[in-house]
């Protein structure tokens, strides 16, 4: 049986779709709130986004799978977000992205086999100016050296946020 979204969602997302001219205005909040409430976004939460929408099951699937930011089912506790544009790449972030994947030993948009790190490369984090930046879940790390993410990753695993240790 599909996933089901509490009744209290379905009312804030149809809320939020009367707020815009076409209920794709919403949709990134919908799904949004959809990962909250799943974990993850996945085919049936992507099902009840749409009914909740009253829209085709595969554009809401198509939406969520062309942002990289949506949780997977398979995605472990810490996203890392390498930024790989231009910037951030001239400052070393392919040296990092790389870095990361021998030292976790994950490719990209894989996850490690304790479930605590998926890698993942994507587009602009907008730290042009401290660049490399990594994004993990919702926080940001700029000036990113291979030391940093060791730290990073340090406090990640043993439960301290890590944003401690980072100086902008």
Same mark, same amino acid.
């Given at each position: =049986?599909?996933?089901?979204?509490?009744?209290?969602?379905?009312? #804030?997302?149809?809320?939020?779709? &009367?707020?815009?001219?076409?209920? +794709? /205005?919403?949709?990134?909040?919908?799904?949004?709130?959809?990962?909250?409430?799943?974990?993850?976004? $996945?085919? $049936?939460?992507? !099902? #009840?986004?749409?009914? &909740?929408? %009253? =829209?085709?099951?595969?554009?809401?699937? %198509?939406?969520?799978?062309?942002?990289?930011?949506?949780?997977?089912?398979? +995605? /472990?506790?810490?996203? *890392?977000?390498?930024?790989?544009? *231009?910037?951030?790449? =001239?400052? %070393?972030?392919?040296?990092?992205? +790389?870095? *990361?994947?021998?030292?976790?030993?994950?490719?990209? +948009?894989?996850?490690?086999?304790?479930?605590?790190?998926?890698?993942?490369?994507?587009?602009?984090?907008?730290?042009? /100016?401290? &660049?490399?930046? =990594?994004?993990?879940?919702? $926080?940001?790390? !700029?000036?990113?050296?291979?030391?940093?993410?060791?730290? @990073? @990753?340090?406090?990640?695993?043993? %439960?301290?946020?890590? &944003?401690?240790?980072?100086?902008?």
């Amino acid at each position: =049986m599909p996933k089901q979204l509490k009744p209290e969602t379905v009312e #804030a997302i149809k809320t939020m779709a &009367a707020r815009y001219p076409k209920p +794709d /205005g919403a949709l990134l909040n919908a799904l949004r709130l959809a990962e909250r409430e799943f974990g993850f976004i $996945d085919a $049936d939460a992507c !099902e #009840a986004v749409a009914n &909740a929408l %009253g =829209m085709s099951p595969a554009h809401v699937w %198509g939406v969520s799978s062309f942002y990289t930011t949506f949780r997977k089912e398979t +995605d /472990g506790k810490y996203l *890392l977000y390498v930024c790989s544009t *231009l910037p951030c790449a =001239m400052r %070393g972030s392919e040296k990092l992205f +790389d870095y *990361l994947s021998a030292k976790l030993g994950v490719k990209k +948009d894989e996850t490690t086999p304790d479930k605590l790190f998926t890698l993942k490369k994507v587009e602009c984090l907008a730290a042009c /100016g401290t &660049a490399p930046c =990594m994004q993990v879940n919702e $926080d940001y790390y !700029e000036s990113l050296t291979p030391e940093l993410a060791d730290q @990073i @990753i340090e406090d990640l695993r043993a %439960g301290i946020n890590p &944003a401690r240790h980072v100086t902008r």
